[in-house]
């Protein structure tokens, strides 16, 4: 593309919530401010007020009734609605991807980045524990719907030109389903960089209540050993976690605000983590509020927590391993200082992130021109060189 400035689209799986996923996108649009976003469907209400200055750009499926309730169920026709958007224009993609985005149609001549926060778990390595957990007729169209699924996925990662995986853990696992190399660019954390204040003597969890988190190991170990735990967060699995919880387990629901729920990680003795995750935006965030983080040791967390230092993990997804590092942690602590727990967590800012893909952006630019270019390259004849 030479000295020109390319033009930039950014495409997101769906904009109904501002998760860990969101905030990287809002991250790219920083990077790259005049990029038109597209994405599934749009929840302008769901999502953070400045959003609505953006230019955000929905497929078809955005005028289906309830759409943006729906999404989720609507997998089957996702490949169709992000293979329908004209991406024509651009010569950057940066597609932010853990579910179909990245199987959007660009240019020859144009580069498609794609941000992988995962391979679809539930089409990959997932499936089997997502089937598990289904009602009895997803179970039934299950089978059928994801080999076709894998097909199409297979296929939409062989259009990408450069991934970048979200951690070494997700870059393993591109290599294995995509048979794809990536580079790795950790997604941007918000750093809490409040004042410290005296730790209470209370555990700490955040985040969706779904069966996936496994909020129910830190639940039941807590009520075992007696220990107070804030659960912060919504989700199916409420009612149950409910049930499954003593008198020491406190349930805040999802309705805080940021600031409220950084008030929690700064108080909080320590921060519970017990499942598995592909990078794991709140032990980053707990950990910026100088707060130690026990967590379940595999996944993203293997990269985020410096074991001993930062926090201490545990080897298997059992309240018993978990009671035993609870345990654990109060008799000998962490070596690290809040101080130093926080400074570990810039690692993960923000500021680094936008830093490290702009400059990842504009190498891969400069590659792609010169293999154009070798590609342009065309070996006269004989015939012709006679001339």
Known sequence: MGNKKPKVAIVHDWLVGYAGGDRVVDCMHHVFPDAPIYTLVYDKDNMPAWFRDYDIRTTYIQKLPFATKIYRSLLPWMPAAFEALDLSEYDLVLSSCSSCSKGVITRPDAVHICYCHTPIRYVWDFYYTYRANANWLVRAVMPHQMYKLRQWDKCAADRVDYFIANSRYIARRIKKYYRRDSDVIYPCVHINESSFVPKEDFYLTVGRLTWYKRVDLAVAACTKLGRRLVVIGGGGEEARLKALAGPTVTFLGGGLTDEEVRGY???????????????????????????????????????????????????????????????????????????????????????????????????????????????????????????
């Open 265 to 387: 990680y700064l108080r909080a003795r320590a921060f519970l983590f017990p499942g598995e995750e592909d990078f794991g935006i709140t032990p980053v965030e707990a950990q910026s509020a100088g707060t130690p983080v026990l967590a379940y040791g595999r996944g993203g967390a293997c990269e985020t927590v410096e074991d001993g230092r930062t926090g201490l993990l545990f080897d298997a997804q059992t309240v018993e391993s978990l009671t035993e590092c609870i345990r654990r942690f109060e008799a000998g602590g962490v070596s690290g200082t809040p101080e130093e727990i926080r400074a570990h967590s810039r690692r993960f800012s923000e500021q680094r992130f936008e830093e490290e893909l702009r400059a990842y952006c504009e190498r891969r630019l400069a590659d792609w021109d010169q293999e154009l270019h070798d590609c342009a390259h065309v070996v006269r004849s004989p015939l012709e060189e006679s001339k």
